[in-house]
């Protein structure tokens, strides 16, 4: 039972372009949600992060939308450059489970020049 | 920086063989986590601590076993390892369960 969908598995732009990753979760209770990136060979780590306060996070080049109501939540990555070619994990969590995170199956990311 | 530090990195096991992977950290973190990575399945959690001596099953536990001696050490370990074992772990600890997750480098496991 896979708690937290996130869609493409893959993903190509061009330098430039928005890169948009979405996720989506079941359960209703939670109220944390992260994105990782991990580059080639390296270990995962936090990018940005939201809690369903507002509907929206903006760090930099990165945006997190959120929407309650439908469950989604999706990482857009604005003038989009080589260097973020990497996989995006989303995750979850609640108030109400401790400390597990759960996270999504990843898309992978690529920019090309 | 935050400090996690896993070892062994890679690690050839054999089918039924006992494997025991280990974690340190020097975060003064109150929570760590046993994560496995599988192509196409993201990060899923095996087990995870908030407290010495406590674990906690998470998502997959099945077939692990954990241990939290102490705040900074977790082990994940493996009684009779299986070819289905074979994957990255990724160790990790936070301050709290809203906090930021820092990941340990890995340990890359073939179950032969």
């Known amino acids: 039972q896979q708690q937290v969908r996130q869609s493409p598995q893959s993903l190509t732009v061009w330098e430039g372009e928005t890169a948009i990753l979405n996720c989506s979760y079941e359960?209703?209770?939670?109220?944390?949600f992260p994105w990782y990136h991990q580059f080639p060979g390296e270990s995962p780590a936090l990018l940005i992060a939201?809690?369903?306060?507002?509907n929206k996070k903006e760090d930099g080049r990165f945006t997190i939308f959120f929407n309650k109501r439908e469950k989604k939540f999706s990482l857009h990555i604005a003038d989009s450059q080589p260097g973020d070619s990497a996989t995006y994990f989303c995750?979850?969590?609640?108030?109400?489970?401790?400390?597990?995170?759960?996270f999504g199956g990843g898309t992978r990311l690529t920019v090309r020049p | 920086e935050a400090a996690v530090t896993q070892s062994p990195r890679s690690k050839v096991a054999v089918t039924g063989g006992k494997v025991t992977l280990s974690c340190h950290q020097t975060n003064n973190h109150d929570y760590m986590y046993w994560y496995r990575q599988d192509t196409g399945h993201g990060l899923r959690l095996i087990h995870y601590?908030?407290?010495?001596?406590?674990?906690e099953k998470g998502d997959i536990p099945d077939g692990y076993k954990a241990s939290r001696p102490s705040q900074e050490n977790f082990s994940l370990i493996l009684e009779l390892a299986s070819l289905s074992q074979t994957a990255v772990y990724f160790c990790?600890?936070?301050?709290?369960?809203?906090?930021?997750?820092?990941f340990g480098a890995g340990t890359r496991l073939s179950v032969l």
């Open positions: 995750a979850a969590s609640a108030s109400n489970a401790g400390a597990k995170l759960t």
């Open positions: 601590s908030y407290v010495a001596d406590s674990t």
């Open positions: 359960d209703s209770t939670f109220d944390y």
């Open positions: 990790a600890s936070s301050a709290g369960g809203k906090n930021t997750l820092y």
């Open positions: 939201i809690r369903p306060v507002s």
